[in-house]
């Protein structure tokens, strides 16, 4: 079965400065990855995925998230956080092994990004 | 792209009362998801339509949870004597028919069971 880890329930940065969440998996097949972020009030919105090719794909907002197949990891990152970036963010994975649509999503980062 | 709605946002409820949410895809999406989601934790895979046949069950959900796309359109998600337990944000979400996809969400439905 598919699973998610985010293993950080909170991420600070000051603006300006470079962000990092975390997030690893666990799949029988090719894993379809993405990161979706919720701001305060509103829907869950899309913001990248990785399905096949180069490691670092890029996303909405400036964000960009690197795929690392021996460490099972996707990460996402900026290169400079702003202070709208402050909301949770979630990492989700598909299972390319059973050919299903399930998707199942970690547990949740929360970035705050300071002034 | 009018997105994804669903009704109602709010639902108070009494312990032992049915309630049914509704949720309208984007229309040209096949691919109809149910989550649940509790405060802290990310959203939990509940159940997913290709058009009008629901394709997977999570083993999680008790018998007393029930949901249907009867036309390949909207869905419902009834819920049958409803437990203090159940009270969360319901969300639904749609996507393009490509494992690939990603899903667009609704706003949610947010029930509290009294």
């Known amino acids: 079965a598919q699973s998610v880890a985010q293993p950080e329930d909170q991420v600070n940065v000051a603006e300006g400065n470079p962000l990092t969440v975390k997030c690893t998996y666990s799949?029988?097949?090719?894993?379809?990855l993405f990161w979706y972020v919720q701001y305060p009030n509103r829907g869950l919105q899309f913001l990248l995925k990785?399905?096949?090719?180069?490691?670092l794909v890029k996303g909405s907002y400036g964000f960009e998230a690197e795929f690392n197949k021996s460490q099972t990891s996707f990460h996402l990152k900026k290169p400079s956080a702003l202070v709208s970036d402050s909301a949770l963010y979630f990492c989700a994975v598909r299972d390319g092994g059973t050919g299903g649509f399930k998707t199942i999503f970690g547990a949740g980062t929360r970035l705050f990004v300071k002034a | 792209d009018t997105g994804v709605s669903q009704d109602p946002r709010h639902k108070i409820t009494k312990r032992g009362q049915n309630v049914t949410f509704r949720c309208d895809p984007i229309s040209e999406h096949n691919r109809l998801y149910w989550y649940r989601q509790t405060l802290g934790q990310g959203p939990e895979f509940l159940t997913y339509f290709q058009n009008e046949a629901q394709l997977e069950k999570s083993r999680l959900l008790s018998d007393r949870f029930s949901a249907e796309r009867p036309k390949g359109s909207f869905s419902t998600l009834e819920i049958q004597r409803t437990e203090q337990g159940d009270s969360a944000m319901y969300l639904c979400?749609?996507?393009?028919?490509?494992?690939?996809?990603?899903?667009?969400f609704g706003p949610g439905t947010r029930l509290t069971v009294t």
């Open positions: 990785y399905i096949t090719g180069d490691n």
């Open positions: 979400a749609s996507s393009r028919d490509r494992v690939q996809s990603e899903q667009y």
């Open positions: 799949v029988s097949g090719n894993p379809y």
